[in-house]
């Protein structure tokens, strides 16, 4: 091959693999993913604390019978609103009512002999030990006739407050046993959310602090008041019982309900928050935000850790720095690395 040929192959080849790394250069160019991106900024804000609890009754009891015996009646079900005074079971009382004949019987004998003996006293016709024997007899009696009253009047079970029939554990024809608890009542007049909190807000809760109680299943929010702080926190979440009291004149609230809390605080805090929209989540419900380089032009995942929601940001704990750059739109296409084009 002649030297001039081969220096001509030589220019070809060299033209050639230019014009592919031109092309390659071109086409990274076009694959970067357009996006749109918020700078992340501190903002101020209320620093209400929000909770989510269980609704408990103001006080509630177990109620069971005194004595023993088979159950006759049982007057309200489960869920039903139930009045102070009023008989909410009954056992069957004829074994009772006996034994009360009985002892009121030995009474009337005693009391017979009693007031002959006490004649004869007063004669100084009988010895004084004869006399008190009788008297204690006779005392004695009394006594047994007010314990089976007292266990007549027990086979009857009273309702002890207003309040609703949480949980009735025995049917009519039952056999039960002296104190077992047969029924759960609560008083609903006033309820009580139960919740926990973080032990970093617990020096934002103080007693008598005004909270929002919102009930998803009923249509109006309700005010209440923090009543009781936990002074020792739960072992496993090392978190703070607080307890709100909220009235509940209609009774419309009950026991069991899930409640969202909005706790009202005077104090101001800081956070770092970004549009609720940048947040994505994996399959392992991680959060996490795309954060653009602004020197590789690129996006990397970064998981992090959400607060409350403020307007329409959402507070990131831990994770971001603000002045950082997150992707709020288009952030479905990428992938960690992913070449990007952005603005602000």
Known sequence: MARSEFCLIAIALLIAGSCRTANKDQGAEETAIPVVAFRAAKISSGADIYLSGNIEGKRTVRLGFLVAGKIASIAAEEGQLVTRGQVLASLEPTSYSI?????????????????????????????ESDFTKISAGLQQAKAQQK?????????????????????????????TGTGLPLFVVSDIQTVKVSAFIPENELHLIKLGQEATVNISSLTQLFKGKVTEVGSAADPASRAFMVRIEVSNPGLLIRPGM????????????????VPMEAIQHDPSNLSY????????????????????IINDRIEITSGLSEDEIVITGGQQKLVDGAKINYKL
Not at 100 to 126: C, F, P, T
């Open 258 to 273: 899930i409640a969202e809390v909005r706790i009202l605080s005077d104090e101001k805090k800081t956070s770092l928050v």
């Open 147 to 175: 314990l089976h009253e007292k266990n007549l009047a027990d086979t009857r079970l009273y309702v002890p407050f207003d309040g609703v029939l949480l949980k009735k554990l025995a049917e009519v024809g039952e056999i």
């Open 99 to 127: 034994a009360k004949e009985i002892a009121d019987a030995q009474v009337r004998q005693i009391q017979d002999e009693y007031d002959r003996l006490k004649i004869m006293h007063d004669r100084n016709s009988i010895s």
């Open 289 to 308: 935000v795309y954060v653009a380089d602004s020197i590789q032009q690129k996006a990397f995942r970064r998981n992090v850790s959400l607060g409350k």
